[in-house]
Every structure is written in C-alpha cells, then in structure tokens.
C-alpha cells in the first residue's frame, strides 16, 4: 500500500536511496530528451501501454520481467534513465512526495537524501532534475511521438532470441521507426521532422536496436553459468 509524505528534511533527514530496486526493472519510460543518451547503453523501443493504449518509449534494461541484465549485478554504471532516478518520488503542486513504502527507500543502505545541515544531497539533487526532465519532457514526447504516427513512421517489430541451451525468448508489443517510410517521405515533411528534432530521435531509436544483441549475449552467458 501507497503511503504519501511530502518530502522534507524533519521528517527524512535519515533517509537513504538505493539503486538496489533497479534490479528488477526490465525496461523503464524515457522521454526525448534521453533518446541520445540511452542510445549509447539501452535499446529503445516503442510500445503500447496498456491501460490507455497510447504509445511511450522505453529502454530495454533486460529480455524478462523483474530482472535486469544491464550494468553490474543490475546496478547502472552508466547513464540511468530519469525514471529510474526518480523511483518513489512524485511531483505535486505543493512540491515533491514520496511513497514511504517503496523499496528505494532505506535507512542503511544508498545515498542520504540530505546534508548533515539541511542542504539537498547530490542523490536529492539529481532526483529533482529527473523529475523536472519527466515533468518537461512526458508531453514533450508525446507529441514527437504523434508526429511520427501521422507520418506511419512506427511499426510493429518481432524479436525472437534463441540461446545455446535450446530456450528461446520472444518480445512482443514494441515498435521502432521504419527507416524505409522514413526515407520515403516528402522533403517537406522530412524537413519538418528534422527542424523538430524527431529525425534525431528517429535514428537514434533506430541505431539502438543493436543493444538487444548484448542482452542476449549476458542472457546466454547466465544460462551457461
């Protein structure tokens, strides 16, 4: 069960963050502004979500739920994505709240939330920049995705992996830009694209793919461990 507090230093000045939860995320939101950065590390894809049926993007940190192949035993040692940052933390009017009883949260172990005088630690500092770059960029995304869909830029793919012990694992509901009806289109449209940035996006999601590839490797290392 949820348990709501506002943020603040009499009550949390104790209180540590743990990367520890990142484990078991097997792929997590981002938002534009991320696509260049988590290309460099994650395969990105698009996908459906499954309440509303509208599209997001994701990295794919791992090839099955709850468990994560990407950095050191599941903990990033690269880029990490501002969903990630932000897990427990939520932004509301009045300021940010946490969900008390979110596994990030710990009293022993991680990174203290504030300074011994009061003063955002550096975890508590990057925390409030993810949750600005999510607050900024989710309708930012949105409408670099819908421009995509009005030109049928996304489309379904299928990723079936097969491993040295004869098991096989198929990823299915994601999407990724078509580099032919991208190329296709009128210079016009390409050119608005390009003005908006969404080119950049574009190919980025598209260079990504390669990522899956690394995955599947640590994932057949595991088995053969």
Known sequence: MEQWESLSFEQHAGLRVSQAPDARR???????????????????????????????AGAVLGLKPHQSLSGEKGRLTGYRPA???????????????????????????????FEADGEPSAALRRIQRALGTLQVGLPATDAAIARLLDHRLLEPIDINLNFDDGSSIQLDGLYTVSMDRLHALPDAAALDLFRRGDLQLAYAQSSSISHVRRLARRYNDGLAA
């Not at 981002?30 to 590390?41: G, K, L, M």
């Not at 499954?50 to 997001?56: C, I």
């Not at 939520?90 to 990030?104: F, K, M, P, S």
């Open 26 to 56: 097997h792929f997590v939101q981002i938002v534009a502004d991320e696509f260049v950065a988590a290309a460099q590390e994650f395969a990105i894809f698009f996908t459906k979500h499954p309440q509303t049926g509208g599209f997001y």
């Open 83 to 113: 969903d990630l940052e932000r897990q427990g933390f939520y932004l509301v009017e009045d300021g940010i709240v946490i969900d008390r009883n979110h596994a990030v949260f710990s009293a022993v172990e991680g990174e203290r939330l």
